[in-house]
């Protein structure tokens, strides 16, 4: 269940967005249906007492009010005290808490974990300890509001208590090992040939529209044609360990096919799957002892994104 401070300071949250870019685009920034929108609106100016947007006939919403745009710097104030104070009621309550991170398991493994190594923590930060959870979805039970840095697809909740720093573009195709080719023996020349393999996918047959994002190879689209999944797995990094244990071909981002200890092959290069983006965030509020080994954390990640010619989105 949705707390009322959570859902106060979501709402708080989209009116700042609305006066920084305006309605339409709060609501898509935000995925709200337009009437979700004039109801959070709506409850903030419950709340205040104070008309703080224009409306045309059609309730459609306009510019600030002289009383909206006084209220903006509190508005801002205020859901910086909140978000502050959800985090920790203790600023020092960190202290014994070390550095907690959460990613997707393939970031976590490829780009994450081999930085914390870089960063030879048993020398420079023998007093921080790190810990790196990865979940490929997270439910209500997880408690974002313990962690310091995010390495994963954002939802509304992560934008309020964490700041953006950067995001990555990252370019996904199909992709079979080598011994699963050499098994089979038929590479693919047209997407038609694809029915002839052993295709992979997410999910399950119990709730395969959860999964329906992920797989992209399965749609129809970019070219492929009806293609029936062999084997349903439940995450991506089990998708990975999948395809390089040979038992098929299955959607891969491409940096991680040139991480992967063994040899993948992309099957039909001219088709790339819609882009994934992966976005990197910083707890807003941070203790200065945690600071600087969170800094060097995100420098040292960066690099080696350039590193991988990965594109960077700020």
Not at 85 to 103: A, E, Q, Y
Not at 128 to 151: C, Y
Not at 164 to 183: C, F, M, P, T
Not at 268 to 292: C, H, N, S, W, Y
Request: glycine share 6%; hydrophobic share 45%.
């Amino acid at each position: 269940m949705v707390s009322f401070g959570l859902i106060l300071l979501i709402d708080l949250a989209f009116f700042i967005s609305v006066c920084s870019i305006g309605f339409q685009a709060a609501c898509s920034e935000f995925a709200f249906p337009a009437e979700i929108g004039r109801s959070a609106i709506e409850r903030v100016q419950n709340l205040v007492g104070l008309q703080l947007f224009t409306y045309d006939k059609a309730r459609l919403i306009g510019d600030l009010t002289a009383a909206g745009m006084s209220f903006l710097p509190r508005a801002k104030r205020i859901i910086n005290e909140l978000i502050e104070s959800s985090i920790t009621d203790d600023k020092h309550s960190d202290i014994d808490s070390g550095v907690v991170i959460r990613s997707n398991p393939l970031e976590g493994k490829f780009l994450l974990l081999p930085n914390i190594v870089k960063l030879k923590m048993a020398q420079k930060y023998s007093h921080i300890h790190i810990e790196l959870f990865t979940h490929e979805e997270e439910g209500e039970d997880v408690d974002i509001m313990s962690s310091h840095i995010l390495f994963k697809n954002m939802g509304i909740r992560d934008r309020l208590f964490f700041e953006k720093r950067w995001a990555i573009k990252v370019d996904q195709g199909l992709y079979a090992s080598e011994g699963y080719l050499y098994d089979v023996g038929i590479f693919p020349q047209t997407p038609a040939d694809l029915q002839k393999h052993s295709i992979l996918g997410y999910g399950d047959s119990f709730n395969p529209e959860i999964y329906e994002s992920l797989n992209w190879h399965l749609s129809q689209e970019y070219g492929l044609l009806n293609l029936e999944p062999s084997i349903m797995v439940s995450s991506r990094a089990v998708l990975m360990n999948a395809v390089e244990f040979d038992l098929g071909v299955g959607p891969i981002a491409d940096y991680r096919s040139e991480m992967s200890s063994k040899k993948l092959h992309r099957v039909l290069p001219q088709i790339k799957g819609p882009p994934m983006i992966i976005e990197f965030a910083v707890r807003k509020f941070l203790t200065d002892r945690l600071r600087p080994c969170i800094e060097d954390i995100t420098n040292m990640l960066l690099n080696s994104i350039r590193e991988l010619n990965l594109e960077l989105i700020y």
